[in-house]
């Protein structure tokens, strides 16, 4: 049996599911009647995703579609980091969704001092953009999965626990 059990706590999204979530919003903006002929487009990039639209209402509803599509394929929407609508040539608007991935320095203090506070036999360690959890007990690994899930509203990014060995 090994000496100490591990986990790492990282911020992640199946980059396949947005290409499909973006895809299907696209289809189906093609073919509503209400967007048809409202020239909107989505540009999926490698950080970011650009909405593009004749009106900021528009744009609201494209906005509607894809968050709808992202919730049935297991998406959270924390991934996305809406930034202020700019109009651009032509009245039209676009807004920039910049896709979060990975947990900041500052959210990585806020999760290693929050498992700290709850058992002291845990120990939380920062490596790059994820927290490794190390602890001789599996039992107190459990309860610390169970209370990061508990309060997975209290961060900006979705948490999913890997590696558990």
Do not use: C, W
């Amino acid at each position: 049996m090994p000496a100490e059990s591990t986990f790492d706590i990282v911020s992640e999204f199946d980059r396949q599911e947005l290409a499909n979530a973006v895809d299907q919003t696209a289809r189906e903006v093609r073919t509503r009647y209400d967007l048809k002929d409202s020239k909107s487009e989505l540009d999926l990039g490698e950080n970011e995703l650009t909405l593009t639209s004749d009106s900021e209402m528009h744009l609201g509803a494209v906005r509607d579609i894809l968050e709808t599509k992202a919730i049935r394929r297991n998406l959270s929407l924390k991934i996305f980091d809406y930034g202020e609508i700019q109009e651009i040539s032509g009245g039209r608007v676009k807004q920039v969704v910049t896709l979060k991935q990975g947990i900041s320095d500052e959210l990585a203090k806020k999760i290693q001092k929050l498992i700290k506070e709850h058992n002291s036999k845990v120990q939380a360690r920062i490596q790059g953009d994820a927290v490794r959890v190390g602890s001789k007990s599996k039992d107190d690994l459990q309860s610390v999965i169970q209370l990061l899930r508990e309060r997975q509203e209290e961060f900006s990014v979705p948490l999913q626990f890997t590696n558990y060995r």
